[in-house]
């Protein structure tokens, strides 16, 4: 049984990560800082030896998606190794685009955090602890190795540091959304064959800022006609053609496709199976 302590410190976690993703893409640097304490509360908080890190509490079964490229390639040889993929803007700016392979098996939290990140002392579990507990929460005299490493490191306008803390921190709540569609596909399944009786084929939108301000509120999913799916993807054309193939496609009477709207406004198409209500 989850107690309310656990649930209301979660959906705070949540909310935080979400203001903070939001002050960052503003213009406020500095807001990667209480992203990382909240990911240390997350993901790998102990106390006295325990872990009790928050998720383990709401989610006890949470599987992740491990990190781009071959754990192989890191050895006592490397000095940086980055996994993700890079984006520059048009105009400028950018940063870190992804992380975390999409069509690899999913792994425990603990293998995911115990991945080599960045060479073979700097794993996921290291450079969140490091940003949380020696810049954000605490104030070191002196930069450890990892933020050495990674403060020195600028990908576009912000250091690797800033960009991958940001990653992992909407990776993390998407990961949590999904879980939750998962958990709840039975009634979801029942709103969307709903819906599809009155409007015809179409799209079940979660806003994964609006989910991660109200986690306490459960997963609010709108369906959308399929005529809609074009507005949004006017910010990646590059995607739209294949998006409105998948719409097309899809067989309503076995699944669904569920539009997600990433933190930093990116698109993501899930498809899952149509189950109902025995």
Known sequence: MINNKSLHDFDASLAIIE?????????????????????RKLL???QRGKDI?????????????????????????TTLYIPGRIQFGAKGGGGLSELFDES???????????????????????????????EAAHSDEDYNPTLNTTKSVMIADDTLAA?????????????????????????IGEYVASEFRKY?????????????A????????????????NTYFERDTKYQTAALQIV???????????????????????QQPLQRKS
């Open 19 to 39: 203001t903070n993703m939001k002050s960052y893409h503003s213009g406020v640097k500095s807001a990667y800082l209480p992203v990382a304490v909240e990911l």
């Open 44 to 46: 790998c908080d102990t």
């Open 53 to 77: 890190s928050l998720i383990k509490r709401i989610f006890p079964d949470l599987y992740f998606r491990p990190l781009l490229g071959k754990q192989e390639n890191i050895d006592e040889h």
């Open 104 to 134: 690899a098996p999913f792994i425990s939290l603990d293998t995911w955090l115990q991945q080599k990140l960045f060479n073979t002392t700097i794993t996921i579990r290291e450079l969140i602890r490091s940003i949380a507990d020696k």
């Open 163 to 187: 960009n991958t803390i940001l990653i992992i921190g909407r990776y993390v709540i998407k990961q949590v959304a999904i879980q939750l569609i998962s958990n709840n596909i039975s009634d």
């Open 200 to 212: 015809g084929r179409g799209i079940a939108v979660l806003n994964l800022a609006e989910f991660a």
């Open 214 to 229: 109200h986690f306490s509120k459960g997963i609010s999913i709108k369906y959308e006609p399929s005529s809609v799916v």
């Open 248 to 270: 097309q496609e899809y067989n309503p009477s076995k699944e669904f496709i569920v539009l997600m709207i990433d933190l930093n406004r990116g698109i993501w198409l899930l």
